[in-house]
Structure formats: C-alpha cells, structure tokens
C-alpha cells in the first residue's frame, strides 16, 4: 500500500490549494478514503472522509463549507479542494485508508500573511 500526498504550500489566508492523494497497492475503489490533518503540537483531526463511490461526504466542522473532498477511482486518486483558507488550518495533511494504519507521508500546508 502507497498513499502519496502532494499539492502542499504557503498560502496567504482567503487563498486556495488543491491537495492530491495518489494511492497504489491496493483496490482503491472499494475503500472509504480521508484526510487528516495534523497542527504542531496537536493531535491528528479527521478534516474529510468520502464513500467509495463518492456520494457520501463528511466535513469537519471548521471546514464545512470551505473545504471539498473528491475522488476519481479510474485515476486512484483523492482530492480536497481548500477555499478561503485560514492560519488554523496550517497542519502536515495527509490521507487514510479508512478502517487501516495506512497513510501517507503527508504534505504540509501553511497559511500565513
């Protein structure tokens, strides 16, 4: 199982950043997928979790409304769109198999003025 993150960066707040997560050694498609996020200093936070056919979404809440969670199964690939991004959303992101240990290496984002 590989999950590789990208999209990562500095971002000033209000800007937007497309994260990818590319997934191999497994059958992407029959598996809830999600990302997490990690603060310095703080534990992991579910951000975005999606079904396998992608009709079924979850957001946190300080996300809602800004964040996005997709996924194309023929490419093996999960998305999460930001908008309107704040400083507290500044976290190492990456994504998970749901119901495994399995997750990738992370991409950093920093949202700063």
């Known amino acids: 199982v590989q999950l590789v993150e990208s999209g990562g960066g500095m971002v000033q707040p209000g800007g937007s950043l497309r994260l990818s997560c590319a997934a191999s050694?497994?059958?992407?498609?029959?598996?809830?997928m999600s990302w997490v996020r990690q603060a310095p200093g703080k534990g992991p936070e579910l951000v975005s979790r999606?079904?396998?056919?992608?009709?079924?979404?979850y957001y946190a809440d300080d996300v809602k409304g800004r964040f996005t969670i997709s996924r194309d199964n023929a490419k093996n690939t999960l998305y999460l769109q930001m908008n309107s991004l704040k400083p507290e959303d500044t976290a190492l992101y990456y994504c998970?198999?749901?119901?495994?240990?399995?997750r990738g290496q992370g991409t950093q984002v920093t949202v700063s003025s």
């Open positions: 999606i079904s396998t056919g992608g009709s079924g979404t």
């Open positions: 050694g497994f059958t992407f498609r029959i598996y809830d």
């Open positions: 998970t198999r749901v119901g495994s240990s399995f």
